[in-house]
């Protein structure tokens, strides 16, 4: 995957028990994909331990916002729950859903936008400097919004923000929740591979149930702050 275009471009150097990692440069502000429900809850006990070094265990991966303690099957990575106290986490569904569509300052009684631009009508999918607005990164009309490296860089939508001012929560990659359904875990945000032009895979009423052992080249995560003091937001990674 350090080569493969569509992949997340870790780099590795040194020699065995000296190895360092780096991702290429061209894809440090791509969000990371190939991620297993797993990696991405272990790298939220990494934050929420405060980036330690060291080898997995209790105190950098394994507890910590969730308690993991190695798993890695599906049964055991479907029982891992949020901990009480957590700093970051893997947004809930309904998290994850508030934060793409509702908008109180919408004067009708429904506050939820159809799409995570802000927008009610279906976006476009064109990579264009400035953004003019409701665009995202899907496969649309028979194009990428990007062919090659397929995962536009976070900000490459600057003017077609949720309401909430989080970015790429449509398209680009999917993002886990922690959320159950039907024996997996929902998956919301669809990816650059999604094809629509009429609203029904990237709109709101869509979403993925996927076992969280699957690692797919459409599928990221995005982290929520729940720091005491803050409001929770949310990033992609």
Do not use: C
């Amino acid at each position: 995957m350090s080569t493969w275009p569509t992949g997340p471009r870790i780099q590795r150097t040194g020699s065995s028990g000296n190895y360092a990692y780096s991702v290429a440069a061209d894809y440090a502000d791509r969000p990371i994909n190939f991620i297993s429900w797993g990696d991405a809850a272990r790298f939220v006990n990494w934050l929420h331990n405060g980036q330690p070094i060291g080898a997995q265990g209790p105190a950098t991966t394994e507890r910590g916002a969730y308690t993991l303690d190695g798993a890695t099957t599906d049964t055991a990575l479907l029982a891992v729950t949020r901990s009480p106290g957590a700093r970051f986490a893997l947004p809930t569904e309904n998290e994850w859903y508030k934060a793409a569509y509702f908008d109180p300052t919408i004067t009708a009684a429904n506050k939820y936008w159809s799409f995570g631009t802000r927008s009610n009508t279906t976006p476009s999918n064109q990579l264009l400097m400035p953004d003019p607005g409701n665009n995202a990164n899907f496969f649309q009309n028979n194009a990428y919004s990007l062919p090659g490296f397929l995962r536009t860089n976070v900000g490459d939508f600057k003017n077609s923000p949720g309401p909430w001012g989080t970015f790429d929560q449509m398209g680009n990659v999917g993002e886990w929740t922690e959320t159950v359904r039907s024996g997996a875990f929902a998956v919301r945000g669809e990816s650059y591979s999604t094809g629509d032009s009429g609203g029904t895979q990237l709109g709101y009423r869509f979403v993925r149930n996927v076992a969280p052992t699957d690692e797919e080249t459409k599928n990221g995560f995005r982290v929520v702050s729940l720091m005491a003091g803050t409001s929770a937001s949310s990033s992609p990674q």
